[in-house]
């Protein structure tokens, strides 16, 4: 949650009754921003910040406003900022200052160190202007205290009945974990009582004003499943726009007790972090500079996915489906792309991962993460071998790939007879992946950022 990188989302929509707002979020691609970190003021020394410090660097909504070039020319289409509400801003903490925004005090305020309201408008008509979407985070699970004895006043619910009583979280017990608190004895974050009817119809007209005076499109919530399932619903009615909630579980079925109309409308796929993470990582040597590569990489992607929203029909909605699945990896196919991983890593193997597609025999398909081609087999089989190591391979139809700009896709590209025969004669040589080397981590950058391609 608290990563200073974009991060792209995998949303996943599983079970979801379609509201019109979850259906305008659906096709687009998030860059998730800290707002202290992500741009300083114009003229601030850039330098002078240790992000180790855990203190304020001194980012705001105006330095966020102006650099939203570079987001939108890296292909997002909206952007998910830190929470915005006042924080705690007294003697630093032992785990620092609130730098990160999710220190509540009172919700009801906004944080003076982000800008003033007016700021906040202007990111958001900015944003607008773009055609682009701002989701907000919100916490409304707990407060941020220094103690188990908090001073009310400074909150925005400042009576005792308005929080549940102190008890450390018991964990795995589910009521313990709604109703207990998060934090520590050093920094506890007293539980508020979302139970309480007045606490309800409170945090119900806060959201709604908090949403038409800052015209929000959809609200990231935070510690989601730390709060009665209920309290959902009402509370994203009130803010009639899309809710996406932090489940922090890796349990499919636990998590996705949380999306739907009972619940949210969707929830961030942990899930398929935890199962990325349990799949791909190895221990061994980590390589920064693969993970800048991999960066440059996810910039092409998500352009790609960009691609594929616009220009074809039905890959947001088509299911994925797994074509095969063995002990060295597993091949899956979501609208006319086929992923294709493997969890054999970096050291080579005499081994393949074969997947039988729906493509037709001889359709020429690129790999968009490495640029090789390939040529459907008969039974519409594609074989990647993994002599040179384990690299994913993400498979396009070369004729869904006009006009996206990667690997040299562009308007004068000629799929007909010629293309095929070319790919036909590709050679399917893992040895001409340029990042066969990359180390675990890199490649599980990689693959959360491919994990759009994946979300069911
Ligand atoms: C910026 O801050 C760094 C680190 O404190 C310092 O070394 C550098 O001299 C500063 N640069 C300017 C132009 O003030
Ligand atoms: C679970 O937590 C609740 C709240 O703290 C507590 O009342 C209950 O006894 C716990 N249940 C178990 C089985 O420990
Ligand atoms: C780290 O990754 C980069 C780029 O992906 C690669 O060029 C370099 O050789 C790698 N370094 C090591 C020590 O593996
Ligand atoms: C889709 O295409 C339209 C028209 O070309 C463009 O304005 C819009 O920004 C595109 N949307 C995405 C998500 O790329
Ligand atoms: C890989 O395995 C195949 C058959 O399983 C064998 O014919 C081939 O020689 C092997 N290649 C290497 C490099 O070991
Ligand atoms: C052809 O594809 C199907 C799956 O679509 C697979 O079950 C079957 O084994 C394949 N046959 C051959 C001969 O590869």
């Known amino acids: 949650m608290r990563v200073v990188l974009a991060t792209v989302l995998c949303l996943s929509f599983v079970a979801l009754t379609l509201g019109a707002t979850a259906e305008q979020w659906r096709g687009r691609s998030i860059y998730q921003i800290i707002t202290d970190r992500y741009a300083l003021p114009a003229g601030t020394n850039k330098t002078q910040c240790n992000p180790g410090d855990q203190t304020w660097c001194g980012g705001n909504w105006n330095a966020i406003r102006e650099h939203l070039d570079y987001i939108q020319n890296a292909g997002f289409t909206a952007i998910w900022i830190s929470p915005v509400s006042q924080n705690y801003d007294g003697p630093r903490s032992p785990y620092g200052d609130a730098y990160h925004g999710y220190w509540i005090a009172d919700a009801t305020k906004l944080n003076d160190r982000f800008g003033t309201a007016d700021d906040l408008k202007a990111l958001s008509d900015e944003l607008h202007k773009r055609g682009m979407y701002l989701m907000v985070d919100v916490v409304v699970n707990n407060v941020m205290s220094t103690s188990i004895t908090p001073d009310l006043s400074t909150f925005m619910f400042k009576q005792k009945s308005q929080y549940h009583p102190y008890c450390p979280i018991q964990w795995g017990n589910a009521t313990s974990e709604q109703n207990c608190w998060l934090g520590d004895l050093k920094v506890p974050l007293p539980d508020v009582n979302t139970q309480d009817p007045g606490v309800v119809s409170a945090y119900c007209s806060w959201i709604q004003s908090l949403v038409s005076e800052f015209d929000i499109d ?79 990489q996810s910039k092409a992607l998500f352009k790609f996915r960009n691609f594929l929203v616009n220009g074809t029909t039905g ?122 080397s990359w180390v675990s981590q890199a490649t599980l950058l990689i693959l959360v950022g491919v994990c759009t391609f994946l979300t069911l």
Not at 395 to 401: A, G, K, S, V
């Open 218 to 296: 959809g609200l990231r919530i935070d510690a989601a499943k730390h709060v009665n399932m209920d309290f959902w619903p009402t509370f994203c009615k009130a803010a009639g726009v899309f809710c996406i909630g932090e489940v922090f579980d890796n349990d499919m079925s636990q998590a996705a007790q949380y999306q739907g109309p009972d619940a949210l409308d969707s929830i961030l796929n942990y899930p398929m972090y935890g199962a990325l993470v349990n799949a791909f990582a190895i221990p061994g040597q980590r390589n920064a500079s693969a993970v800048t590569d991999a960066i440059t």
């Open 315 to 436: 890959w947001l909605k088509s299911q994925a489906e797994v074509l095969t699945t063995g002990p060295y990896g597993l091949a899956i196919m979501k609208g006319q792309v086929v992923t294709i991983l493997t969890n054999i890593g970096s050291p080579p193997q005499n081994a393949s991962v074969a997947a039988y597609t729906t493509f037709h025999d001889e359709t020429a398909v690129t790999d968009i993460l490495s640029c090789a081609e390939y040529a459907v087999g008969s039974n519409g089989t594609l074989e990647i071998s993994y002599i040179e190591g384990g690299a994913p391979a993400v498979l396009i139809p070369n004729n869904l790939l006009r006009d996206s700009n990667l690997c040299g896709f562009t308007t004068s590209f000629d799929d007909g007879e010629g293309a095929a025969q070319a790919a036909s004669s590709a050679r399917v040589d893992a040895g001409q992946l340029s990042w066969r």
